[in-house]
T-cell receptor
Framework: AQKVTQAQTEISVVEKEDVTLDCVYETRDTTYYLFWYKQPPSGELVFLIRRNSFDEQNEISGRYSWNFQKSTSSFNFTITASQVVDSAVYFCALSSGNTGKLIFGQGTTLQVKP | DGGITQSPKYLFRKEGQNVTLSCEQNLNHDAMYWYRQDPGQGLRLIYYSQIVNDFQKGDIAEGYSVSREKKESFPLTVTSAQKNPTAFYLC?????????????????FGPGTRLLVL
């Protein structure tokens, strides 16, 4: 069975704090992809990152960084020096097989207070 | 500009009525998807199509129907058989790579349609 778990339902931080959003996944496939999407209040999902199962290098993009660890089946997302504009719901998702189906976690609502 | 459009933004359905949600993309993507999002939950796949004139059921297809007559368009009909249709509906599209790489491409999403029952 394939599953994505985002155990943190809501997180509240003050601006400029660092925050990490956790994502744990389950799959029996050896080839799979992991994604993070941001959903601002407008509702549209915005793509942030895609990572394949053979690439465990961590990635940094500006204030965003991702830590992929196959040993613990985790793909965590860290925002450094958070800003109010980072307030949104963040989804972790898993794709395997050739259907293109994405398995989404429940999402983590991040609130960044000024 | 290239992108995915969904209309209408809000849709109201009366009991026993079928309604159709529009999804159009000009990204030249082969694959298109429909997801449903309920409050406080992740997205669940309703239907998907990887090629024109072909589509497959997702996890929650009951009460929904789709068509894929054109590459750019993938309309979703919420039928009267769907007893709890109130939700946020998101359409997505992606390229399709051949072979083992297929199905793992990034999906890009439209702005969504909120469906409410009167």
């Amino acid at each position: 069975a394939q599953k994505v778990t985002q155990a943190q339902t809501e997180i509240s931080v003050v601006e400029k704090e660092d925050v990490t959003l956790d994502c744990v996944y389950e799959t029996r496939d050896t080839t799979y992809y992991l994604f993070w999407y941001k959903q601002p209040p407008s509702g549209e999902l915005v793509f942030l990152i895609r990572r394949n199962s053979f690439d465990e290098q961590n990635e940094i993009s500006g204030r965003y960084s991702w830590n992929f660890q196959k040993s613990t089946s985790s793909f965590n997302f860290t925002i450094t020096a958070s800003q109010v504009v980072d307030s949104a719901v963040y989804f972790c998702a898993l794709s395997s097989g050739n259907t293109g189906k994405l398995i989404f976690g429940q999402g983590t609502t991040l609130q960044v207070k000024p | 500009d290239g992108g995915i459009t969904q209309s209408p933004k809000y849709l109201f359905r009366k009991e026993g009525q079928n309604v159709t949600l529009s999804c159009e993309q000009n990204l030249n993507h082969d694959a298109m998807y429909w997801y449903r999002q309920d409050p406080g939950q992740g997205l669940r796949l309703i239907y998907y199509s990887q090629i024109v004139n072909d589509f497959q059921k997702g996890d929650i297809a009951e009460g929904y129907s789709v068509s894929r007559e054109k590459k750019e368009s993938f309309p979703l009909t919420v039928t009267s058989a769907q007893k709890n249709p109130t939700a946020f509906y998101l359409c997505a599209s992606s390229i399709v790579l051949p072979g083992l790489a297929g199905g793992k491409e990034t999906q890009y999403f439209g702005p969504g349609t909120r469906l409410l029952v009167l």
